[in-house]
C-alpha cells in the first residue's frame, strides 16, 4: 500500500507571496491533519479534516487555510508568507474517522523556506 | 489551554546505557502515543496507550502510561545507535476536547 505523498517536497517562496501544499493521504484513510515543525517548537498542530469537513483547528492565523477533496486528497495554503512560516509542513493521515484519533501516517514532508 | 510538556529535552547517552522519556499532561488524557523521528525523516508511530497503568513492551522499549491518565514514558534499555533520533508524545484530551497535543520531543543521541 502506498504511504503519504506529499507535493511539493521542497519550496522557496519570498514575503508576501503564497504557497499551496498537497498532500494524498494512505488509500482507505479519510482524516488528513496537517502539522508545522519547526526547531525548537516540535509539532504544531494546523488542522483536521474528515469527510471534506475541517473537525479541528489548532491556533495559526487566519493566513493558514486547508481543503479536503472527495477523495480524501487535502491542500493547505498560507497567504502573505511570513519568514516564520519558514518550516517542514507535515501531513499524517489516519484510518479512524471517529471514537478518537488512531495511529497518525506521516509523509516525507514540504520543507518550506521563506526568504 | 492543554500541554503536554516532554522532558528532557535532549539526552546524550553511551551505547548499551538506558534512556528515558517523560511525558506530562496538565489534563486528563483519553489516550497517548508515541512517535520516533529519525534525523531527516518523519514521525514514525510506535504504540499507543489507552487503559490507566498500561504497559507495553516492543522488544527493548517500554511505554507506561499512568494510573490517573496524565502522564506517561518511554523507557529503552541498553541503547543502540539505531535508537537515535526525536521521540515524541502525542495525548488526546479526554471528553469533547478532541485534540492531539504534540510535547516537544526528546532528542537521543548515542556515542557507539
Known amino acids: 500500500k502506498a504511504g503519504v505523498t506529499q507535493t511539493p517536497r521542497y519550496l522557496i517562496k519570498t514575503r508576501g507571496q503564497q504557497v499551496t501544499l498537497s498532500c494524498s493521504p494512505i488509500?482507505?484513510?479519510?482524516?488528513v491533519s496537517w502539522y508545522q515543525q519547526t526547531p525548537g517548537q516540535g509539532l504544531q498542530f494546523l488542522f483536521e479534516?474528515?469527510?471534506?469537513?475541517?473537525?479541528n483547528k489548532g491556533n495559526f492565523p487566519g493566513r493558514f487555510s486547508g481543503r479536503q477533496f472527495s477523495n480524501s486528497r487535502s491542500e493547505m495554503n498560507v497567504s502573505t508568507l511570513e519568514l516564520g512560516d519558514s518550516a517542514l509542513y507535515l501531513c499524517?493521515?489516519?484510518?479512524?474517522?471517529?471514537?478518537?484519533?488512531?495511529?497518525?501516517?506521516f509523509g516525507p514532508g514540504t520543507r518550506l523556506t521563506v526568504t | 489551554g492543554q500541554q503536554v510538556m516532554q522532558i528532557p529535552q535532549y539526552q546524550h547517552v553511551q551505547e548499551g546505557e538506558d534512556f528515558t522519556t517523560y511525558c506530562n499532561s496538565s489534563?486528563?488524557?483519553?489516550?497517548i502515543q508515541w512517535y520516533k523521528q529519525r534525523p531527516g525523516g518523519h514521525p514514525v508511530f510506535l504504540i499507543q496507550?489507552?487503559?490507566s497503568g498500561e504497559v507495553k513492551k516492543q522488544k527493548r522499549l517500554t511505554f507506561q502510561f499512568g494510573e490517573a491518565k496524565k502522564n506517561s514514558s518511554l523507557h529503552i534499555t541498553a541503547t543502540q545507535t539505531t535508537d537515535v533520533g526525536t521521540y515524541f508524545c502525542?495525548?488526546?484530551?479526554?471528553?469533547?476536547?478532541?485534540?492531539?497535543?504534540w510535547g516537544l520531543g526528546t532528542s537521543l543521541a548515542v556515542n557507539p
Open positions: 499524517a493521515s489516519s484510518r479512524k474517522g471517529t471514537g478518537g484519533f488512531d495511529e497518525q501516517y
Open positions: 489534563t486528563t488524557l483519553s489516550n
Open positions: 488509500s482507505g484513510h479519510r482524516s
Open positions: 479534516y474528515f469527510s471534506e469537513t475541517q473537525r
Open positions: 496507550l489507552v487503559k
Open positions: 502525542a495525548g488526546e484530551g479526554a471528553g469533547n476536547n478532541r485534540k492531539l497535543i
